[in-house]
């Protein structure tokens, strides 16, 4: 059974740090490519962040370029999202997403709730 398990929202003051984890099970986690996405309300829900298979050349979206890090463990099937200098505008529902490196396989996670208060 597929899984995508998130953990680590929940609520910070602006400037403040979480770090989210998904932890992958059910696949062969080494062979997806791992993104996060974030959906506020109302919005639709966009890509933050990817890191491929062998973690090499992360990429990001403009609004949190060197303000969040993704990264990832092989060995323990996790990737994760690494958020300092946290703004109110980064409140959203945070999603982790695997994709098949060779195909149109996907999974997501079921969401974690971050809020940054002013």
């Known amino acids: 059974q597929v899984q995508l398990v998130e953990s680590g929202g929940g609520w910070v003051q602006a400037g403040g740090s979480l770090r989210l984890s998904c932890a992958a099970s059910?696949?062969?986690?080494?062979?997806?490519?791992m993104r996060w996405y974030r959906q506020a309300p109302g919005k639709e829900r966009d890509q933050v962040a990817l890191i491929t298979s062998g973690g090499a050349l992360p990429n990001y979206a403009d609004s949190v370029k060197g303000r969040f890090t993704i990264s990832r463990d092989n060995a323990k099937n996790t990737v994760y999202l690494q958020m300092n200098s946290l703004k109110p505008e980064d409140t959203a529902v945070y999603y982790c997403n695997a994709r098949y490196m060779y195909g149109a396989r996907e999974y997501w996670g079921q969401g974690t709730q971050v809020t940054v208060s002013s």
């Open positions: 059910g696949f062969t986690f080494s062979m997806y490519t």
